[in-house]
């Protein structure tokens, strides 16, 4: 199998480094994985296989911060996916419902209803979290993936998944895709204002998915934790 790798943004700006990336470095990453891979929304990403590595730019939260980066990728022509929390949408710093149905190549993924954690809900709450009725009459979401709030589930949040038909659940663990990735435990990378562009390079080659495990596993046996937002 070819490298595929989904690459996660929070904000854009210079605030918040942890959760922003500068608009600068935004492009200029954005350039590099145009040169290296085909640039497919998530969907195409899980269910294709193909010859060439492929590579997908997802925005959590739509932060209103990062609205301007989903327009510069509009107008590249550039596939990118939007992780929406249903009641989050037109609150003070994220997009509101005008803005994300004025974007032109966003595929829209469902990010829960209130961003609660999965893990540890009761079935009923569980269920309430990741029903899309509501939001898929605003927005069309693409049917059958979840993005975990903070990256957390657990075996029940998986098992609920796929009774109701998801296809895919996202998280926060650090990877390159690979065969071998569980359905419902679909790794990605969180790029934060730290991540110097030499290094963003690295992660996604091979080697760098080799230093991905292992700085993962190290952080496991230190007890550091590893969850983005
Ligand atoms: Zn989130």
């Not at 969907?43 to 990062?66: C, G």
């Not at 996916?81 to 009641?87: P, Q, T």
């Amino acid at each position: 199998m070819r490298k595929k790798v989904i690459i996660v943004y929070h904000g854009i700006g210079t605030e918040d480094p942890f959760m922003q990336v500068d608009v600068q470095e935004f492009q200029k990453q954005v350039s590099y994985l145009q040169s290296v891979f085909r640039i497919v929304h998530v969907r195409e990403l899980l269910t294709v296989e193909s010859q060439e590595p492929m590579a997908t730019i997802m925005f959590d939260d739509a932060f209103l911060s990062a609205f301007g980066a989903m327009q510069f990728l509009d107008g590249l022509q550039i596939a990118y996916d939007v992780a929406l929390i249903e009641e989050y949408i037109g609150m003070k710093e994220y997009c509101s419902l005008e803005q994300l149905k004025q974007l032109k190549k966003a595929c829209f993924v469902f990010h829960t209803k209130s961003h609660q954690v999965l893990a540890g809900l009761q079935e009923k709450e569980l269920e309430m979290q990741i029903s899309s009725e509501y939001i898929d009459q605003l927005l069309p979401c693409e049917k059958g993936i979840l993005v975990y709030p903070r990256g957390i589930y657990d075996e029940h949040t998986k098992r609920l998944l796929y009774q109701k038909n998801y296809i895919a659940g996202l998280t926060a663990l650090p990877f390159h895709v690979s065969k071998r990735s569980n359905l419902y435990e679909i790794p990605r990378i969180c790029i934060n204002g730290y991540l110097s562009l030499q290094k963003f390079r690295f992660l996604l080659s091979i080697w760098g998915n080799l230093y991905l495990h292992l700085a993962f596993v190290k952080r496991r046996l230190l007890g550091q934790d590893y969850l983005g937002k």
